[in-house]
């Protein structure tokens, strides 16, 4: 396929739950079909670029959404953010666009479980998990929590001190030359300081949040998953320090018709990491559903 260089998406705004509204940018025409991709915790919707695009090119609708709190989506009224709201949300947007797969990294897999495995009736064609499952190791979700809120607070002087912790928290991959794509996850507040583009009351705000991540609720959404027989597909990154072997194949006794791919090379930001082995297995997948 003939590349056609970088496609310029469309900007959209879905409603969430509460009446929220939600900011989206889509690829490909409306009459195909569509795949709704929910970044992680602290992330945007710009997460999902090359993966957006390599979807588009072979014949399918990306909408790449932002979730409440993070982008430019409206931030929750009260500062809570629990996994209900998440979900509420994607099951919200989920019906607007008639039944998408949806492809949920970390919180947006959570939201994705939440979304289809406490609906009465279907609400998603398939789920693609990306390094998420209902239980995953203590330690790998701690660090995830404590890169977010080292400078939650503080902010960043520049864009190059911002990549710096990027790059310290992500020593594998190699540090970025231009900066552009990091800045779509930054805004700069009055003080000229840089600051990340979501609520800190995301992680500054924890009541309830130990109750809230119960691995029970989300492992009996995915025995939903797998009595309604919907199309599956864990992708685990081989180096993930959150979702291990272990955890994995807890998830495919739970949903075993569930497939299963690792790639090799790729820690918690599986699409980050290795965007072209991510595209490919979901590509695959999508390509075989009913």
Known sequence: MT?????????????????????????????????????GGGQTRHAWGGAALALALRGWRAVSLDQRGHGDSDRSPDGRYLIGHFGADLRAVARQLDRPVAVGASLGGIASLIAEGESPEPVLRAVVLVDITPRVRPEGAARVVEFMKAHVETGFGSLEE?????????????????????????????????YWHWDPAFV??????????????????????????????????????????????????????????????????????????FNTAVIRFLRDLP
């Open 3 to 39: 590349d056609p260089g970088p496609i310029p998406p469309r900007f959209e705004r879905f409603e969430g739950a509460e009446g929220l509204s939600l900011a989206a940018d889509i690829l490909g025409d409306d009459d195909r079909p569509t795949v709704l991709l929910a970044h």
């Open 204 to 277: 500054t705000d924890v009541r309830d949040r130990q109750e809230d991540r119960d691995p029970e609720r989300l492992e009996a959404c995915a025995r939903v998953l797998a009595r309604r027989r919907t199309p599956t597909l864990l992708v685990r990154g081989g180096s993930s320090d959150l979702v291990t072997e272990t955890e994995a194949r807890a998830f495919l006794d739970l949903v075993p018709h569930a497939r299963f791919v690792d790639v090799s090379g790729a820690g918690h930001m599986v699409a980050g990491d290795r965007n072209d082995a």
């Open 162 to 194: 911002a990549a710096d912790a990027v790059a310290a928290y992500l020593p594998n991959r190699r540090r970025p030359r231009d900066l552009s794509g990091l800045r779509k996850n930054l805004r700069e507040g009055a003080d000229g300081r840089w």
